[in-house]
């Protein structure tokens, strides 16, 4: 019943709030297109459930083929264009995912789905995390919400983010993996929106 009302729930909140931002949305993907040269979105390969790889859909917050320079994003990275430091502090630049969510690839809630050059590094126990869809949020996106502001002052932000910070993140997939429910779904959801206008 629950993966039913969570599916459910997914499609008509994810169609409603694209309908709802619909000018909002259209302006900034106009803006991003006319702030710098390249495409309104950012497609980039992740790893769902069952170890399945999609593409995940952002508005483009970065300056064309940066992502040959790095996976990470750090403190003030000079990749990030005008706009694209505006969306991505209030989370805009995820909006995208919502047809991610519609199409089956993702869920609102769960663990966020990694690209595949740091899920080699999973251990067995960590893998259990690839069972469910990830999602746009859940108890790690929350606790890193300014997670490039802490890799930023790493000397070295990819072998912190390897070594720390994404064990810690796996680990609290792996919480909300045994604890999840249609009603903590709500309240993470609530909690997201709470950390990104504060």
Do not use: H
Request: aromatic share 12%; net charge positive; glycine share 6%.
């Amino acid at each position: 019943m629950y993966y039913i009302a969570k599916r459910c729930f997914d499609i008509f909140s994810s169609l409603i709030v694209l309908t709802l931002l619909f000018p909002l949305l259209f302006i900034v993907g106009l803006w991003i297109v006319l702030d710098s040269e390249g495409g309104m979105f950012y497609r980039q390969k992740r790893i769902g459930k069952n170890g399945r790889a999609f593409y995940l859909l952002k508005f483009r917050s970065m300056r064309p083929n940066s992502d040959k320079s790095g996976q990470i994003t750090v403190g003030n990275d000079q990749r990030v264009t005008k706009i694209g430091k505006f969306i991505r502090k209030y989370k805009i630049d995820e909006f995208p995912q919502l047809l991610n969510v519609i199409k089956g690839d993702m869920s609102i809630v769960g663990p966020r789905p990694e690209v595949p050059e740091y899920t080699r590094y999973y251990t067995d126990e960590q893998k259990k995390v690839l069972t469910i869809l990830p999602g746009l949020t859940d108890y790690a996106t929350l606790e890193y919400i300014d997670e490039q502001v802490i890799l930023g002052k790493a000397e070295n932000p990819e072998e912190v983010y390897i070594t720390q910070v994404m064990p810690d993140k796996l680990q609290l997939n792996l919480r909300y993996l045994e604890e999840r429910s249609f009603l903590l779904d709500i309240k993470l959801i609530f909690r997201t929106i709470r950390k990104i206008i504060r």
